[in-house]
Antibody, heavy 120, light 107 residues
Framework: QVQLQESGPGLVKPSQTLSLTCTVSGGSISSGDYYWSWVRQHPEKGLEWFGYIYYSGATFDNPSLRSRATISVDTSKNQFSLNLSSVTAADTAVYYC????????????WGQGTTVTVSS | DVQMTQSPSSVSAAVGDRVTITCRASLGISSYLAWYQQKPGKAPRVVISGASTLQSGVPSRFSGSGSGTDFTLTISNLQPEDFATYYCQQANRFPITFGPGTKVDIK
């Protein structure tokens, strides 16, 4: 079965760029049935959607984060990534990658999440 | 953005109880509504998609209904493993947005 695993630094300094990667195992990221998403959750708060990407590279993102966030895909590595620039303490959160099912309009497989702290 | 609200924000219930959670969208979203269950320290798990379609592996005591702006998630015969926070999510318009969550805890 498909599994997703986030990787990246747990600590990032303010004003730097946060880079996270999600590795997909047990299935191909090039399956046309799915988009690949990033979601974050601030401490003790709700969920915020960054966007998702198709294996072709087409992205659909959150306008409120668009100026700082970039989602990309590397089909050769079966990975997709999130870059978030100019981070501040407000970007401290748990970051999840997830599989979005086309036609189902929901995320059915999630990574375990990675905690990112922005601090000097 | 489509704003999602949920009520109540928390509910205390006993094993065996029936719990109903309401989700309201600021605009009509047809049936593009999903419900997620999240336990502490864990990723969310989708339980309902398309407002009423039970996801594979989810017990039949979970049910969803509604369309347009008003939706409900009902858990019948609450079990110990159901104590969690539940979020609704709309997918009718970008950006995808979530409700603030409803915490179901033990009475």
């Amino acid at each position: 079965q498909v599994q997703l695993q986030e990787s990246g630094p747990g600590l990032v300094k303010p004003s730097q760029t946060l880079s996270l990667t999600c590795t997909v195992s047990g299935g191909s990221i090039s399956s046309g049935d799915y988009y690949w998403s990033w979601v974050r959750q601030h401490p003790e708060k709700g969920l915020e959607w960054f966007g998702y990407i198709y294996y072709s590279g087409a992205t659909f993102d959150n306008p409120s984060l668009r100026s700082r966030a970039t989602i990309s895909v590397d089909t050769s590595k079966n990975q997709f990534s999130l870059n978030l620039s100019s981070v501040t303490a407000a970007d401290t959160a748990v970051y999840y990658c997830a599989r979005w099912v086309r036609g189902d309009y929901a995320m059915d497989v999630w990574g375990q999440g990675t905690t990112v702290t922005v601090s000097s | 953005d489509v704003q999602m609200t949920q009520s109540p924000s928390s509910v205390s219930a006993a094993v065996g109880d029936r719990v109903t959670i309401t989700c309201r969208a600021s605009l009509g979203i047809s049936s593009y509504l999903a419900w997620y269950q999240q336990k502490p320290g864990k990723a969310p798990r989708v339980v309902i998609s398309g407002a009423s379609t039970l996801q594979s592996g989810v017990p039949s005591r979970f049910s969803g209904s509604g369309s347009g702006t008003d939706f409900t998630l009902t858990i019948s015969n609450l079990q110990p493993e159901d104590f969690a926070t539940y979020y609704c999510q709309q997918a009718n318009r970008f950006p995808i947005t979530f409700g603030p969550g409803t915490k179901v805890d033990i009475k």
